[in-house]
């Protein structure tokens, strides 16, 4: 099921064939955005914990394909993250680095709208580490501001957020 669609990639749900293709993002030891690398099993829960998260919150991350090839390059979605005692909802994504940040820009540019109209929130967050230039650049063209500085769980983040627009 095909979650969003730009014009180069699609956000569909994740099923356990996508196991094989999410190892190369997860695995990778230089990706920033995760706190260390993932093995077979440790994607495979991944995958399962993010279709769960479909079924108790309507949200997850969902896998990422180039709509040229149908190549699974990493994930994108919004998850519910307790953040200091509060439940936030976050844009996140994790993309293979040889692509850089460019494959996910509008996705991640079209989600906080499809988040505000569908979720009741009126904030949407980003956990981002102070070293990962790429997703901060995203962060920001996409209208985040760097909200607050926090350890999460053991690193230490940027929280970039963005407010709900108010209604014209």
């Known amino acids: 099921m095909t979650i969003l669609e730009t014009a180069r990639i699609q956000l569909r749900e994740f099923t356990p064939e996508d196991a094989d293709a999410l190892v190369r993002v997860l695995s990778d030891p230089k990706l920033c955005a995760i706190t260390a ?44 993250q307790q953040v200091e005692g509060e439940y ?55 209208g985040m501001t760097v909200w607050k500085e926090i350890n999460w769980p053991e690193f230490t983040h940027y929280v970039y957020s963005v407010e709900k627009p108010s209604a014209p």
Not at 47 to 54: F, G, K, T
Not at 97 to 126: N, Q, V, Y
């Open 88 to 142: 936030l909802y976050e844009i996140g994504y994790h993309l293979r680095r040889d692509l850089g940040p460019r494959p996910c820009h509008r996705s991640r540019h079209r989600l906080p709208r499809m988040a505000f109209a569908h979720l009741k929130t009126e904030r949407l967050i980003s956990l981002i580490r102070p070293e990962n230039l790429p997703s901060r650049g995203v962060a920001e063209r996409n």
């Open 37 to 80: 690398p993932y093995d077979r099993a440790g994607v495979e829960h991944w995958i399962e914990r993010n279709r769960q998260r479909y079924q108790d919150d309507g949200v997850g991350l969902w896998a990422m394909e180039l709509k040229k090839t149908n190549e699974l390059v990493g994930d994108c979605g919004i998850i519910c």
